[in-house]
C-alpha cells in the first residue's frame, strides 16, 4: 500500500510561483513513476507531469499548458517527488493531486493522495 500526502498549495497572484511537494511511503518509491493532476470546478481532471525513473536519468513529461512554466522533480532517498510551478495564471487555479504508478511506466497510477488546493488570483 502507498500512501500519498501533498502540501505547498496557497493563494497567490499572477505571476507568481509555489512548490507542491508529495511525501510517499512506500520501500520501493524510487522505481514508481510519479505524476500530478489537477481538477478545477466543473472540470474534469487532467495531466499536468510525470516523472519516471530509470537508471541513467528521470523522463519527465508535462502537458503543453504548463511546458517551460512547471518542473517536476524527486528525491528518491526523501521518497518525494515535487512540482514547481512558476509564472503562474488565473488558470492554473485547481486542486492538485500527487500520484504514483508502481509500475514505473506513468500509465496507470493507482495510488492518490488527497490532493492540495492552488488558487492564483488575477
Do not use: H
Not at 508529495?22 to 495531466?47: L, N, V
Not at 510525470?50 to 512547471?70: L, M, Q
Amino acid at each position: 500500500q502507498v500512501q500519498l500526502v501533498e502540501s505547498g498549495g496557497g493563494l497567490v497572484q499572477a505571476g507568481g510561483s509555489l512548490r507542491l511537494s508529495c511525501a510517499a511511503s512506500g520501500r520501493t518509491f524510487s522505481s514508481y513513476a510519479m505524476g500530478w493532476f489537477r481538477q478545477a470546478p466543473g472540470k474534469e481532471r487532467e495531466f499536468v507531469a510525470a516523472i519516471r525513473w530509470s537508471w541513467s536519468e528521470n523522463s519527465t513529461s508535462y502537458a503543453d499548458s504548463v511546458k517551460g512554466r512547471f518542473t517536476i522533480s524527486r528525491v528518491n532517498y526523501k521518497n518525494t517527488v515535487f512540482l514547481q510551478m512558476n509564472s503562474l495564471k488565473p488558470e492554473d487555479t485547481a486542486r492538485y493531486y500527487c500520484a504514483a504508478d508502481p509500475s514505473g511506466r506513468a500509465r496507470s497510477y493507482n495510488y492518490w493522495g488527497q490532493g492540495t488546493q492552488v488558487t492564483v488570483s488575477s
